[in-house]
């Protein structure tokens, strides 16, 4: 531990074991695809529904680690530091993740072939929407008094995020049942694995990245340290959206690639927008844990951008998906590329 906190205490040591817990977070969501896959077999929910419901809530736990890691350790006079990194962090992981399904297009255009799935996700993408509204409206009412929820302590815009997830969440299973969706048995022993060796592996693999999203986000914290006490001096909202934002999204970049080169663009496109949805409980989260500060009061107005570009993006996602030639997917993929790069220079 000492050693740790000596190599951390460097800019060089910190980016090196910056690099080194998003590795353990990258090969850690490359098993969590294959076991995935063996999930679908056991259970017989099929690829989409296990990414969209299961690896999406696994996926997003090192948001949900980080946000509330961040908020915690940022109380009282720091709260304003602990609200952009949460905030930025879980707007950051959004963009980020509508992102991956552009680079799926552009990087593995033979298995990216949406016309050939028996689902387009295209209630997944209005549920993130209307989620994304909800939040919209808690952002914008952050300073309104009198808007606080008993016992809570979390405002009552934000209270509706967990409510519209479960009752999405319930209507999305029911679809997906009914569409009988044909799952193709996996190759992989994993899915003949002894029950009791299987869970303990998948609850390993879960615990491997809650432990990585929890030093991410210390990690991260130390990067807005000035110089002198080894950190870079960034702003907390620029940590958020781009460096935890995207270190935390690796899991969702790793298994959604593995899965499209395995076949399962279902369970790719699922698990990205499934995220997407599960990420914004981490408000919810995040506000109860300040018991009535206000986190939303304390963020920064600059995380209107990332909920613009959040929306933008996932009207053009609803589109990629829809897409019936691969030169339409490409032109839609190359916009959303380009939007997100001219987005981030904002932050920069």
């Not at 969440?169 to 044909?182: A, G, K, T």
């Not at 030169?327 to 916009?335: L, P, W």
Request: proline share 3%; hydrophobic share 50%; with cysteine.
């Amino acid at each position: 531990m000492q050693f740790f906190e000596q190599l951390i205490g460097t800019q060089i040591g910190l980016v090196i074991a910056f690099i080194g817990v998003a590795a353990i977070v990258v090969l850690s969501g490359i098993r969590l695809s294959v076991y995935g896959d063996a999930l679908g077999d056991r259970t017989g929910l099929g690829s989409g529904l296990v990414g969209l419901i299961f690896l999406a809530a696994v996926t997003s736990l090192p948001e949900l680690v980080v946000s509330l890691t961040s908020i915690i350790q940022n109380q009282g006079a720091d709260i304003p530091k602990g609200a952009n990194l949460a905030t930025g962090n879980m707007l950051g992981s959004n963009v980020f993740n509508l992102l991956i399904l552009a680079l799926m297009a552009l990087l593995f255009p033979r298995h990216f072939r949406p016309q050939e799935m028996q689902n387009k996700h295209t209630a997944s993408a209005i549920y993130g929407l209307i989620m994304l509204g909800l939040f919209s409206i808690a952002f914008a009412t952050k300073n309104i008094s009198g808007m606080v929820v008993p016992i809570l302590g979390c405002s009552w815009p934000v209270l509706a995020l967990p409510i519209a997830y479960i009752i999405m969440i319930r209507r999305e299973h029911r679809q997906l049942e009914d569409e009988n969706e044909e799952h193709l048995p996996s190759e992989s022993s994993v899915a003949r694995m002894p029950a009791t060796r299987f869970y303990t592996t998948l609850g390993l693999l879960c615990a491997c990245i809650i432990g990585g999203g929890i030093l991410l986000s210390i990690l991260g914290g130390r990067m807005s340290l000035p110089a002198s006490e080894g950190g870079f001096n960034m702003e907390a909202s620029l940590i958020g959206t781009i460096f935890l934002a995207i270190s935390t999204s690796l899991p969702e970049l790793v298994i959604s690639f593995s899965s499209i080169r395995l076949g399962f663009l279902d369970m790719s496109v699922g698990n990205v927008l499934g995220s997407n949805m599960f990420n914004l409980l981490i408000i919810f989260c995040a506000d109860v844990a300040l018991r009535g500060s206000g986190m939303l009061s304390s963020a920064s107005s600059r995380n209107w951008t990332s909920i613009v570009l959040i929306l933008v993006l996932t009207l053009l996602a609803g589109a990629l998906l829809r897409s019936r030639r691969p030169r339409e997917s490409i032109t839609v993929a190359s916009v959303m590329i380009l939007l997100y790069i001219a987005a981030m220079s904002f932050f920069a």
